[in-house]
């Protein structure tokens, strides 16, 4: 056991789905040429004026209460001002020190452990346009020839959800994440599209020695957009910060970059951390109240969260908690989970199915949970038909590939290709006497007490009949003849 615990927060940005931006009329981008999304307003025209979108402040505060924050009655934006070419106004439209919501808490799963992470804020602001650096091979600035700037994206709404340090593991902070990304998709607020960065992360962590309460210096990696990167780099960042600790050394803070190559983390040897963005309240926006009343309309509209479906889910569906929250935490397979329990199948068997065979489907083929090639109410007729002993539980696996693959009713695949589980005592027993007639040295065995050697007789039939045979069965004949 190390002696070190690594404190992890983390900075998550999302990009909202409104149809226009955070304070003009220009459609927020979908990928469309460079530069035919933008107006006076996101090029900094001189004298152009934003509007504030009531639609991204709604879709922030679904955010920010679905995070049990408290939103504020009266919201500022500031001016956070830096130059770079991916911003003509030489400022970024920011929330400072009167955010849109404060104090909140995320519960998270990891395993079979429930834990939570403070939210310190919610705010809301704009995005940058996008650098486009060419000529090089890695597209990034380092060894390109020349940069463009793509101002489609800048003064697309964002929501910045700053976490608080509270983060026990790197495999925590990849599951809080992900489950983070699943609620805010469930919001309908952002679809979180990775690879196009609409969500995209902060991380810092720190070690301390086990069970103190200080934290120590915290080193961050910035702009992150991949789960199993993230957690690479946290795992390659903890040795590295406990080496020079127990050298009797300082961690400097500072930000790290994190090579997916080799695995190694190195500080960025750029020292200009003390920023000084020299906020002031935006002077062309007044300060606006967000009315208690209105909170408790956007309130009332929000969907069911996940955390809430998966207590459902073990209260009404009896299933476990780890089975409840791998169903029950994104929205697409829990609606298909449901709609395959309301054909009136077993709750628990049908769970069993699609979290086995329909999700390894899925992966296998790169499908959404929506897209797999059985409907609900196929699926539950393959539940049935191994409910009611039509098919054994392994026969029944060929009958959903194939019905995946040739479409049509399960129980007519299981006639087609003559899936049918074999419960005819008579046809069994002559399997199971010629089983025992091949395998002298193993009913030896048996007879001898090795009890354990049943199973491998009952295998074998299993074997011998494709895995029709009924299992139950097929274990009583085999003990009958063994004991013979
Ligand atoms: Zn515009």
Known sequence: MSAWEPVIGLEIHVELDTETKMFCGCAVTKGEPPNTRTC????????????INERAVEYATRIALALNCTVQPRNVFHRKNYFYPDSPKAYQISQFDEPLAVNGIFHYWVGDERLSCRIHRVHMEEDAAKLVHAGGESGRIAGSEYSVVDFNRGGTPLVEIVGEPDIPSPAAAREFLMQLRNLVIELGVSECNMEEGQVRWDANISMRPVGATELGTRTELKNMNSFRFLQQALEAE?????????????????TLHFDPDTGTTTPLRSKEEAHDYRYFPEPDLVPWEVAPAWVTEVRAALPELPATRVERFVADYGLSRYDAFVLGSAGALARFYEEVAAQGVDAKLAANWTMGEYLAHLKAAGLEPSQGHLTPERLAALVRLVADGTVSS?????VFRLTAEEGGEPAEVVEKHDLGQISDQGALEKVVAGVVADNPAQVEQYRGGKQQVLGFFVGQVMKATQGRADPKLVNELVRKALEA
């Open 40 to 51: 006076p307003v996101c090029l900094a025209h001189p004298g152009a004026l934003p509007v």
């Open 394 to 398: 392994s026969a029944a696996k060929e």
């Open 238 to 254: 903890m040795p590295r910060q406990i080496k020079i600790l127990e050298a009797g050394g300082t961690i400097d803070q500072e």
